[in-house]
């Protein structure tokens, strides 16, 4: 637990940001692969750690670590924004493949769509793609119940 505390720590330091406990709980909620949270399910697990957590200082720091690069958001569809650990990659605008057995979420790097293959004069100024489908042990699980 030491490592990870210092881990998350370190995560925040470099971004140039102070350590603060909610930006600690929030990297940590966020850590384990494949978990993208709404700001209701994060305000939900933080209150149940922490007894009570301020909207406005929640959003505040969603917004800080947007900035920092440090989480990402991903609009999953109109109504419904998760926010995710930014991985190794710093490309912002990137596919997500989003479960819709299990709800985690991969970030997809390795797939990206270059203006040369848009109509000629077009340019991107940002994208959204998110995969929906069966992760692989959703799949697998779902083969061995047959």
């Known amino acids: 637990m030491v490592a990870k505390t210092e881990s998350i720590s370190s995560l925040i330091r470099d971004k140039g940001l102070n350590i603060t406990e909610i930006r600690r709980r929030l990297i940590n909620l966020l850590i ?74 991969l970030c997809m790097p390795q797939i990206s769509i270059k203006e040369d293959m848009l109509p000629g004069g077009y340019i991107i100024e940002s994208s959204n793609l998110i995969i929906e489908g069966i992760c692989a042990l959703c799949n697998k699980t779902k083969h061995e119940n047959i």
Do not use: W
């Open 32 to 105: 384990a692969p494949g978990t993208a949270l709404t700001q209701k399910e994060i305000e939900e697990a933080l209150e149940t750690e922490m007894g009570s957590v301020d909207r406005v200082t929640l959003y505040r720091n969603l917004r800080v670590l947007m900035e920092k690069h440090l989480i990402h958001q991903i609009s999953i569809d109109a109504n419904t924004v998760k926010y995710k650990l930014a991985g190794a990659h710093k490309k912002l605008d990137h596919p997500h493949f989003h479960c819709s057995h299990c709800d985690k979420i």
